[in-house]
T-cell receptor, first 115, second 114 residues
Framework: AQKITQTQPGMFVQEKEAVTLDCTYD???????LFWYKQPSSGEMIFLIY??????QNATEGRYSLNFQKARKSANLVISASQLGDSAMYFC????????????FGKGTRLHILP | GAVVSQHPSWVICKSGTSVKIECRSL??????MFWYRQFPKQSLMLMAT?????????EQGVEKDKFLINHASLTLSTLTVTSAHPEDSSFYIC??????????FGQGTRLTVV
């Protein structure tokens, strides 16, 4: 079964609007970490934000915030005031427990910012 | 912060030849390196985990003899695609352990086998 689910293969958003990228996850571990990465056409993986399972507050990094709803196993990324440079592929990812350091990725969402 | 340097960034090779991709951790020692493959418009799939001084651990379905991983030093891990074929054409990217709240990726390598 998929552990990370991103249900939006593609999104089109007008510049300056806020956008929410959905991510749900599945784990039986109590300790885990959730990541969001941005991948532009160059291919590099740009770290955006991290949320630990025990973090009580939602993570924020500049224009990025993570809407963490633990009971629903949801970790949506919110980008405020979108910019043309935000157009890219976005991946939600999870690291489970302390057993190893594997990070597994969702299928991604292609975000297009319209001028 | 820590930086992972990966090269080459792109390579074109003839079918049947081997290609070596290097990932070097610049800021601190990476005892573990993770190798991913990404086909166009798809997600990153973990291929293998390499540990300094020991054999790599491969994910199910990944051919060990096709994708040779060497982690000879604390800072350098290499992936060699042996006897490459067009179906091996893909984007390969490495990642080190990083810190708990962040994982550092290399720049990635686009391999095209003709």
């Amino acid at each position: 079964a998929q552990k990370i689910t991103q249900t939006q293969p593609g999104m089109f958003v007008q510049e300056k609007e806020a956008v929410t990228l959905d991510c749900t996850y599945d784990t039986s571990d109590q300790s885990y970490g959730l990541f969001w990465y941005k991948q532009p056409s160059s291919g590099e993986m740009i770290f955006l934000i991290y949320q630990g399972s025990y973090d009580e507050q939602n993570a924020t990094e500049g224009r990025y915030s993570l809407n963490f709803q633990k009971a629903r196993k949801s970790a949506n990324l919110v980008i405020s005031a979108s910019q043309l440079g935000d157009s890219a592929m976005y991946f939600c990812a999870m690291r489970e427990g302390q057993r190893d350091d594997k990070i597994i990725f969702g299928k991604g969402t292609r975000l297009h910012i319209l001028p | 912060g820590a930086v992972v340097s990966q090269h080459p960034s792109w390579v074109i090779c003839k079918s049947g030849t081997s290609v070596k991709i290097e990932c070097r951790s610049l800021d601190f020692q990476a005892t573990t390196m993770f190798w991913y493959r990404q086909f166009p418009k798809q997600s990153l799939m973990l291929m293998a985990t390499s540990n300094e001084g020991s054999k790599a651990t491969y994910e199910q379905g990944v051919e060990k003899d096709k994708f040779l991983i060497n982690h000879a030093s604390l800072t350098l891990s290499t992936l060699t695609v042996t006897s490459a074929h067009p179906e091996d054409s893909s984007f390969y990217i490495c990642r080190d352990t990083g810190v708990n709240t962040e994982a550092f990726f290399g720049q990635g390598t686009r391999l095209t086998v003709v």
